[in-house]
């Protein structure tokens, strides 16, 4: 036996990757990125189409192109040489793709217009053929190439790719997908009869839709329990009130037309909301019982004034407000006296923003004054990096004690005088209350019951030493303290 076919033969025998069976070779591709499981191509002849078991195809300038570039630092004639490479490796891809197992997922996100439909409507059909579950398009100008381009061409509805809707509903039952996110695809294409059995959450940026048409969507979507709309400023006022409708998570962001939202949804447990005040109807949500609640423009006053007294009383069965006030606690007007107390909530989520320290802290006599059955109190600080010179505020704050309150969470402390204040006033006050966490770490609430704690700096942690010598001095005994520095 001759050199060569001795060394042939030893490294067959010692290329156990490629006796490994088809599964866990699945497995390991499935946990490569798109990009590097098409390299393991030139392993060997037997791993040359094993990357075609790829359950999540991601589709971007990095993956398909191999590089970023910024749109600024190329010509117009490059964006549209890039864009077309990037059309034709993916045709070619998703050519190869249709031999492989199901697709889990499928992400494109690269700008393209509505030249590029016809490609892109084959690679969604593809992926549906595949069984997909998960659909993401990001056609936005933030996708490196033709940012230029698509910003000046925006307004004309010619240039925008239309999302095909109606592929998932010809699918009819065959339809897997499950999870669908647009990102500036332009106008949703005309529903036919067919119902869209599968989609269980629809999550909308910078689309064109309208009221009609999202009404239509929403009957045909038969099981759909999460919708998120963030930047969709056709609607103008939205009817929640399909007779078969499942929705139990509805997030409404910064929808600046917005002007009236009318709410009949028997399922809806989670509301959010954030952008200018405009005419809530909550006609039948008798699930409803959480609540996020962030108004901004001018009607930040008047919004939080709203979610402190009407918003409470028009939803009866909600337990759980989580509320973000900018520049408004300091100085909004909340009434001295309400018809009733909102004996409804129990749990309380404030972020203050900026939390100054002239802030008379009339706010939070008013809480504990009218939800008197409130078991816990999450206070979110956001305190300026400089505090002024201490001075005497006119503070008044009457006794007001609380028999319910148990829990009482602070971030964002770091001691200042009037965090202080308001601290030692509460302390007098909860009466009842079992378990008091500190931290200097600000926490950002992220969407659908998701948060974001952002670390303190150095210099706070450092101070946090001096702030817990003052905790341990003012908390009282039977209070369970709960610092956490990190």
């Given amino acids: 036996m001759g050199r060569a076919s001795k060394a042939a033969k030893t490294i067959r025998k ?19 990125t798109l ?41 117009e004639s490059e964006k549209k040489l890039q864009t077309c490479k990037f059309l034709e490796r993916v045709n070619q891809f998703m050519h190869q793709r249709c031999k492989g197992t199901k697709v889990d997922s499928f992400a ?3 700008c393209l217009g509505k030249d590029s439909a016809p490609h892109i409507d084959q690679w969604i059909s593809s992926a549906i053929t595949k069984g997909v579950e998960n659909i993401d398009l990001d056609l936005s100008e933030s996708c490196i190439f033709m940012a230029d381009h698509y910003s000046s061409t925006a307004s004309e509805g010619s240039e925008e790719y239309e999302f095909p809707i109606r592929l998932l509903a010809a699918a009819g039952e ?44 929403l009957s045909a979507c038969l099981f759909l329990e999460g919708l998120s709309l963030h930047l969709c400023n056709c609607l103008f006022e939205l009817n929640f009130i399909a007779p078969n409708l499942r929705l139990k998570r509805l997030s409404i962001h910064d929808c600046f037309r917005l002007q009236k939202m009318e709410l009949r949804a028997k399922n809806l447990a989670l509301f959010e909301y954030t952008g200018h005040l405009i005419l809530f109807y909550f ?40 509320l973000v006030s900018v520049l408004a606690m300091k100085v909004v007007k909340l009434p001295e006296t309400v018809p009733t107390t909102f004996t409804n909530i129990r749990e309380l989520v404030l972020t203050i923003f900026p939390f100054d320290d002239e802030d008379k802290l009339c706010w939070s006599n008013y809480i504990l004054k009218n939800f008197p059955v409130l078991y816990k109190l999450q206070l979110n600080l956001f305190c300026a990096n400089f505090i002024k010179q201490p001075k005497e505020i006119g503070r008044i704050l009457h006794d007001c004690p609380h028999n319910h309150l148990t829990e009482l969470e602070i971030n964002g402390f770091y001691g200042n005088h009037h965090e202080q204040v308001l601290l030692k006033y509460l302390l007098d006050n909860l009466v009842e209350l079992k378990v008091l966490a500190v931290s200097p770490c600000q926490k950002v609430y992220k969407g ?3 948060w974001l704690y952002e670390e303190a700096n150095l210099w706070y942690k450092v101070r946090m030493e001096s702030v817990c010598e003052w905790l341990d001095a003012v908390v009282p005994p039977t209070v369970r303290l709960e610092v956490c520095a990190v």
């Fill in 14 to 32: 010692n290329d156990q990757l490629i006796e490994l069976p088809d599964g866990v070779l699945s497995t390991i591709i499935s946990m490569l």
């Fill in 448 to 450: 659908f019951n998701s």
């Fill in 283 to 322: 006609k039948d949500v008798p699930r409803l019982a959480e609540a996020f609640l962030n108004f901004t423009t001018d009607s930040r006053l008047d919004g939080a004034a709203y979610a402190l007294t009407k918003f409470v009383s028009d939803v009866p069965q909600l337990e759980t407000l989580n």
């Fill in 174 to 217: 065959k339809s897997r997908v499950k999870h669908l996110q647009l990102t500036s695809c332009g106008l949703i294409a005309p529903l036919d009869s067919n119902s869209l059995t599968s989609l269980v959450t629809i999550q909308l940026e910078h689309v064109k839709i309208g009221d009609e048409q999202l009404e239509s969507l």
């Fill in 35 to 75: 990009k590097d499981a098409v390299r393991t191509s030139v392993l060997s002849k037997q791993w040359r189409f094993i990357w075609i078991c790829h359950s999540d195809l991601w589709f971007d300038s990095a993956n398909v192109l191999g590089r970023l570039v910024s749109s600024n630092s190329i010509s």
């Fill in 108 to 110: 494109l996100h690269f």
